[in-house]
């Protein structure tokens, strides 16, 4: 084992908004998985911190009439806040605004500079003339370039994804007084990021972590990378060398702050911060499969560029939904860490179980609260609970204790097999499966107790009895060791249940085939609470309210006049072929007919529909929208669909190609 210890580190969380379970969905998994390694015996270093620049803060903060460092500080203690209430414990948690940032920041940039990675080069940017300021990046909206939706500053959020340079969007608005900006002449700084494609080719195949990460980095590459403008007109951020009318872009310094982190930690523990980072550190990043494209290969092609060491795996999540809906703030489809679950004292390890055992990391995780509170009843009441308030039980009512002698060879066999499976699925990243393989232990067990019932043999074989809950008490302390990163708080009281007075994290996993026990037996308890039907109908309840207030928010929309309806070339279309776009998991390529010509066109729709089921099939067109490229493919047009599931608008009846709607 190397002296080095591996560094696990989570993707920043953004200081102008408080947590919600989205946020968990990377976090979780990762102190798992840290957690895991622990009881494994080897050395990790978690960090994280609070993303606390850019220009949403910036907007935040004079909503509120504060400043961007009031507004980060107060996020920032509000995450380090949930994230312990949640049993997610880091090593250290910065601020990306620390000094130690600013250092660092300015030092990795100046190296690019020397090494001649960033050129000077004048742009066109969005200038409000009303507000009389630039507007980088959130501070203005427009129309995407590249596929006709619309946008923000940095990125197309809206439509095909891609990030968008300064002066990129169409029809810029300022998004402070709502008034049209105008293109004005600035001078710029660029990371020559197109120049390492090669470095990306060869780095990205043998990249650690999940497939999801590896192939959408690779997609990018293959498409063509272009230079990045990495630099911004505001005041609050990290200065770029040398000049005093700059900063740098958020997306150099927030990655940079995984560095910045890990020395200040190794500072202040007397370590050294440059093994992990420029000698034979492992590095291994968890984030949310949203900022992909910035951590496969923006932050390694800066890191090889700096001459500092490379990731050695990144391990992405797949979204979330709320009751199969898209996750989405603004239409209410939303579930807020601390208001809406631990404020209402629900336990935080019944979610840190749903989140890792509902599906596969990189999969798609519905969260709703009639299938949160089943999974709870069911599993950890019904069958881990169950099993171990049995065992513990009969132990100290029947047994006096923990019985002499040592548990059977089929069942330290049985705990065995599962500590391999578990092992084999964590180093995959299949957390799923690693929980599964627990809580099929748990099942073992479970039926062991039934089968063999104990307390009809006490009468007439008592050693008989007592061995079978000597194997039983055996199982128990393997599931608290095993469950100990999934269920921190209850593998605690399940460990002291079994007489110890220690921490369950300092063990190894391997001690659950050891026949060591406490010094006795505390008296049985109860681990788990089932989640009755009425607290999932209150629970439910805020959250469908929520939802209702969002719609009725939509419904205020601005009135037009007939004259711009009638600016809308809309037509029936009839789509003649469907095939997914290359390299994307969301476009599809249709070709479709308008009654006097075929268009094609890319429509955000494969995720609902198979190509071969819109054959046919007549659909509402936008005909007169500009065309576009979307991943290389040119776009005439735009099919029409309604709500989180895309469901296509069609004709009642049967409509000639080409036919307007009016």
């Known amino acids: 084992m190397s002296e080095t210890p591996t560094l696990v580190t989570c993707g920043l969380p953004y200081t102008n908004g408080p947590c919600h379970i989205g946020h968990l969905r990377t976090y979780i998994p990762a102190d798992f998985y840290v957690r895991y390694l622990r009881r494994s015996g080897e050395q990790v270093v978690f960090i994280c911190g609070s993303d606390n620049h850019g220009t949403p803060i910036v907007i935040s903060a004079e909503q509120q009439s504060i400043t961007p460092r009031e507004m980060s500080e107060r996020y920032h203690h509000h995450f380090d806040t949930t994230f312990q209430r949640m049993h997610i414990c880091f090593d ?49 909206e427009g129309v995407c370039p590249h596929c006709g939706m619309m946008a923000r500053g940095d990125e197309c959020d809206q439509g095909c994804g891609k990030h968008l340079e300064p002066g990129e969007l169409l029809k810029p608005v300022c998004k ?17 990021l197109g120049n390492f494609s090669p470095f990306l080719e060869q780095y990205l195949p043998g990249l650690g972590g999940t497939s999801n990460a590896r192939n959408y980095g690779l997609g990018w590459v293959k498409e063509g990378l272009h230079d990045w403008c990495i630099t911004r007109t505001l005041d609050w951020g990290v200065r770029f060398p040398g000049r005093d009318d700059l900063v740098v872009y958020v997306w150099v310094d927030a990655p940079i702050g995984y560095i910045s982190f890990t020395e200040e930690y190794m500072t202040a523990t007397g370590g050294d911060w440059t093994r992990l980072w420029c000698g034979d550190g492992k590095v291994i990043h968890f984030i949310g499969q949203d900022i992909i494209y910035h951590h496969c290969v923006f932050w390694p092609s800066l890191l090889k560029g700096a001459g500092y060491g490379l990731p050695d795996a990144v391990v992405a999540s797949g979204m979330v939904k709320i009751d199969d809906k898209t996750f989405s703030k603004t239409r209410g489809y939303v579930v807020w860490t601390n208001d809406d679950y631990l404020d209402q004292g629900l336990c935080p390890d019944y979610l840190r179980y749903y989140l890792l055992s509902y599906t596969s990391h990189t999969k798609e995780l519905n969260f709703s609260w009639k299938v949160f509170a089943e999974r709870v009843n069911n599993e950890l009441v019904d069958t881990l609970g169950n099993f171990i308030y049995r065992t513990t039980h009969f132990a100290y009512k029947k047994c006096g204790g923990i019985p002499e002698g040592e548990a059977d060879t089929a069942v330290l066999e049985t705990i065995a097999a599962a500590i391999r499976d578990v092992d084999a699925a964590v180093k995959s990243y299949e957390f799923k499966g690693a929980v599964d393989a627990m809580m099929a232990l748990a099942s073992y067990g479970n039926t062991y107790i039934q089968t063999q019932a104990p307390w009809r043999m006490m009468r007439e074989d008592p050693a008989g009895a007592s061995q079978v809950i000597r ?30 007075t220690d921490a369950v994290s300092d063990h190894v996993v391997s001690e659950g085939l050891s026949g060591e026990f406490g010094a006795g037996l505390p008296e049985p308890a109860i681990l788990f609470e089932k989640i009755e039907d009425d607290r999932v109908a209150a629970l439910d309840a805020v959250l469908k309210k929520r939802v209702e207030e969002a719609k009725m928010k939509e419904k205020q929309l601005e009135i037009i006049s007939i004259d711009e309806f009638a600016r809308l070339d809309l037509r029936i279309a009839r789509v003649l072929s469907a095939e997914p776009v290359p390299g994307s998991e969301k476009l599809l390529r249709l070709i479709v007919d308008l009654g006097d010509e075929h268009r094609q066109v890319v429509s955000g729709i494969a995720q609902w529909y198979a190509p071969h089921d819109l054959v046919g099939q007549d659909v509402v067109l936008l005909a007169n929208l500009k065309p576009a490229k979307i991943f290389g493919v040119e776009s005439n047009g735009m099919i029409l669909a309604a709500g989180e599931d895309a469901s296509l608008l069609v004709p009642l009846r ?3 190609p080409g036919t307007r709607i009016k």
């Open 176 to 192: 402070i007084c709502g008034g049209r900006a105008e293109f004005r002449d600035q001078e710029h700084f660029f990371f020559r």
């Open 654 to 656: 049967p409509v000639k």
């Open 471 to 500: 194997n039983c008490l055996q199982l128990v302390k393997a599931l608290s060791l095993l469950f100990e990163p999934v269920l921190p708080e209850k593998a605690q009281k399940a460990w002291e249940l079994l007489g110890y």
């Open 92 to 140: 250290h948690f910065g601020m990306t605004d620390n000094p130690t940032n600013h250092a660092r920041t300015r030092s990795i940039v100046q190296r690019l500079i020397d090494n001649g990675h960033v050129y000077a080069k004048t742009i066109s940017q969005s200038y409000c003339p009303q507000c009389e300021r630039f507007l980088p990046d959130r501070y203005v």
